[in-house]
């Protein structure tokens, strides 16, 4: 009897777990504020219907520590951020308190970037670097280090719950086609490109992972492997090691034409950050 | 004297071994198999076994189910299982997918696994290497050969 009632139990929570990935009660409220977590795909990615949030595809365990702010290990990172937000650095003796009022001035940047300027692809962490060189007279951060990812994380929380848009015609467009192509191509001993495994498998086990569309939506991320806030570009730097091939460079063109091209592909998804993944 | 003929005998043994071994660029493929031994030597399904589930090495799993390997917690979903895989497939058609499944699978996701060239951008350390040696494909090969 009781070997019965387990089994059966054991089946409906199977069951239920399928459906939960499957049939769309992927319902993500953070602190009571709705997340599009799917959304219609955009007309330039015709190889998918939907486009849809990573957070969709984790365990149920995972999802639980993005509902709340009080459970996501970010904020121990949002709070650092905080601190240097109001750290003085660099020769003009300012922090980026002395001459910005409130971080909050920063909603809806997160939403449009990676955006041209001055025929520039300018990422946050690029902003990030030329508001600490050009107006503290500071050291640039690491592009992935701690600071950097803290910094970012502060500045995109600010727009959570806002549609990504990223801008991909006139002068963005030639960087957006870069994008593309390196998405496309197959690189490494193992000849995998990032399409293979976020376009043609995504919902599908690989191993222990399930596979997401690879979106970039919820960045920075909290990782529960690494226990730290993980940037965009070090996300890419480590799929591509996965399949064998030398990354690119965190920061390099390459790595910021891909972002734009990965940003594109989440259209109208809500800004997550920051995130929790496995 | 003594210590250079050791060393010649050695050259000439590990000549006479590579001789056996067929090269990455000289596997002959019919229609997608390949029928000859890529080393002359008896493949060993009991290692095949483990090259089959060792993540820096074959790593199937990732994406295949194998019901032998019922005791791996994680089996792939990405290709199809390979139950009874032997009774699909001759044994030269398996190594010509191992070998370089897209000669059979135009596209496909499956790495090849005994090609050492031709690839973009590979890390320093795999460039002009393959991922398993001659005698692992062999090895792997006859493990297949008993998914009946």
Request: aromatic share 8%.
């Amino acid at each position: 009897m009781r070997i019965g009632n387990m089994f059966l139990a054991a089946t409906a929570a199977v069951a239920l777990s399928a459906t939960s990935l499957l049939a769309g009660s992927d319902r993500l409220s953070i602190d009571g504020q709705e997340m599009t977590t799917r959304a219609k795909a955009p007309d330039y990615t015709p190889n998918l219907d939907q486009v849809i949030s990573g957070w969709v595809f984790r365990s149920e365990e995972t999802q639980a520590l993005e509902l709340d702010d009080f459970d996501n290990p970010s904020f121990v990172f949002i709070d650092q951020a905080n601190d240097l937000w109001n750290k003085v650095d660099g020769s003009e003796g300012k922090s980026c308190a002395s001459c910005h009022d409130d971080v909050a001035e920063f909603k809806g940047l997160r939403t449009v970037l990676p955006r041209v300027v001055d025929g520039k692809l300018q990422t946050l962490e690029d902003i990030i670097n030329s508001e600490r060189v050009n107006r503290m007279g500071a050291e640039p951060w690491g592009y992935t280090s701690a600071p950097m990812a803290a910094m970012a994380a502060l500045i995109s929380l600010q727009s959570r719950g806002m549609p990504v848009q990223v801008k991909i015609d006139g002068d963005a467009a030639p960087f957006w086609e870069r994008g593309k192509e390196i998405y496309y191509t197959r690189v490494g001993q193992l000849d995998l490109a990032c399409a293979n495994c976020h376009e043609d498998n995504y919902g599908k086990m690989i191993r222990a992972d399930r596979l997401s569309q690879g979106q970039i939506n919820g960045f920075p991320t909290y990782r529960l492997k690494n226990a730290k806030l993980n940037t965009v570009h070090a996300r890419f730097k480590g799929c591509m090691k996965n399949v064998r091939a030398k990354p690119y460079k965190p920061g390099s063109d390459e790595f910021k034409a891909l972002e734009l091209y990965v940003a594109s592909r989440g259209a109208g998804l809500s800004v997550e950050s920051p995130s929790v993944r496995n | 004297m003594k210590r250079t003929s050791v060393l010649l005998a050695a050259a000439v043994l590990a000549t006479a071994a590579q001789a056996a071994e067929t090269s990455p660029g000289d596997v002959v493929f019919d229609n997608g198999a390949v029928s000859r031994s890529l080393t002359g030597v008896p493949g060993d399904p009991a290692n095949g076994r483990k090259v089959f589930m060792n993540r820096k090495k074959g790593n199937c799993l990732a994406c295949h189910a194998n019901a032998d390997m019922h005791d791996q917690l994680f089996h792939g979903e990405i290709g199809p299982t390979l139950d009874g895989v032997a009774g699909r497939y001759s044994e030269a058609e398996l190594r010509g997918l191992l070998v370089n499944s897209k000669n059979t699978y135009e596209d496909t996701i499956m790495p090849a696994f005994y090609r050492a060239d031709g690839f973009k951008r590979p890390l320093d350390k795999f460039k002009g290497k393959t991922i398993l040696t001659a005698q692992e494909v062999e090895d792997v090969v006859a493990y297949l050969m008993t998914l009946k």
